[in-house]
Nanobody, 119 residues
Framework: QVQLVESGGGLVQVGGSLRLSCAASGTISSLNSMGWYRQAPGKQRELVAAITSGGSTNYADSTKGRFTISRDRAKNTVYLQMDSLKPEDTAVYYC?????????????WGRGTQVTVSS
């Protein structure tokens, strides 16, 4: 069993910052790619940012230059630093990870953390 636990969400004003964390635990042999997705009311879930085991990163166009994804391999944790937040960043943010359990990779999701940006 694998758990991804997000933290760091909350209410922030336009232009403010938040830092999300996602810690993976359980029967993990290794972690491959980790990432953050978000889902706003009435919209589909979308990729925000992702990072590979080697540290390569990928961002949605809407978050480039404002958000930074990073990971601490020793802690099995991925972070999302969000700066210059806009009202359209309001969503539930979900952590996602490709986890090696035994000899196979499995894809896991966290339960999500709410981010609300007020104008």
């Amino acid at each position: 069993q694998v758990q991804l636990v997000e933290s760091g969400g909350g209410l922030v004003q336009v232009g403010g910052s938040l830092r999300l964390s996602c810690a993976a635990s359980g029967t993990i042999s290794s972690l491959n790619s980790m990432g953050w997705y978000r889902q706003a009311p009435g919209k589909q879930r979308e990729l925000v940012a992702a990072i590979t085991s080697g540290g390569s990163t990928n961002y949605a166009d809407s978050t480039k230059g404002r958000f930074t994804i990073s990971r601490d391999r020793a802690k099995n944790t991925v972070y999302l630093q969000m700066d210059s937040l806009k009202p359209e960043d309001t969503a539930v943010y979900y952590c996602n990870a490709d986890v090696m359990v035994g000899l196979r990779f499995e894809n896991w999701w966290g339960r999500g953390t709410q981010v609300t940006v007020s104008s």
